[in-house]
């Protein structure tokens, strides 16, 4: 997640900007999202059933395993062949608590569904959320700056630089938080 931070801070900071000038109805207010899907249809080259190893055809041909826990039940009726369509979303949404005091924190959930009864074929989904708050500490209206203090602790500075948007950061306060809300979704599809 290290890499799209400082872009998902300034993504947040630009929307937490425009979406300041609105009166808040609700403690929390969405001001953005952003997401993507990719899809990938691969075929089952290898399983074995007693160390719950699955092997299908990667790019260029060359094998990917994966390691399955006991949450795959529907497992032993995989077969080498069939079919696997592989959909990944990633989304990231931003919220502005419109209260002032929270803390900087993280918090991460998880979580799986799986084939039913009346659907044997192997697959499911599979979900992986992580929140990060920042808090905002400074804001400099002369310099077009708001600084945030992520959980990590090290004080962030944004620099706005759309007009529109910096005529809307006197609408900020000291000590509301920022929230980026971080989806994966995994959801695997078997054919024959």
Not at 55 to 66: C, I, Y
Not at 76 to 105: E, H, Q, S
Not at 155 to 177: F, H, I, S, W, Y
Request: proline share 5%; glycine share 6%; no cysteine.
């Amino acid at each position: 997640m290290k890499p799209i931070s400082s872009l998902a801070r300034a993504v947040a900071i630009a929307s937490l900007v425009f979406a300041g000038s609105f009166t808040a109805q609700a403690a929390d207010v969405p001001i953005g999202s952003e997401a993507l899907e990719s899809h990938v249809t691969t075929q089952v080259q290898a399983i074995d059933l007693e160390k719950r190893l699955v092997t299908v055809q990667g790019a260029n041909d060359k094998p990917v395993t994966f390691q399955l826990t006991e949450k795959a039940k529907a497992l032993p009726n995989l077969k080498v062949g069939d079919t696997v369509d592989i959909y990944v979303t990633r989304a990231v949404a931003y919220v502005l608590n419109t209260d002032v005091g929270g803390a900087p924190k993280v918090s991460d959930e998880s979580g799986t569904i799986r084939a039913t009864e009346n659907n044997p074929n192997p697959g499911g989904e599979a979900f992986r959320q992580v929140r990060v708050t920042s808090q905002i500490k400074k804001i400099d209206l002369k310099q077009h700056e708001v600084s945030l203090l992520p959980p990590e602790g090290k004080l962030q500075v944004v620099k706005v630089e759309n007009p529109d948007l910096q005529a809307r950061m006197k609408n900020l306060k000291v000590g509301q938080t920022v929230d980026a809300i971080y989806t994966e979704v995994l959801r695997v599809e078997t054919s024959r």
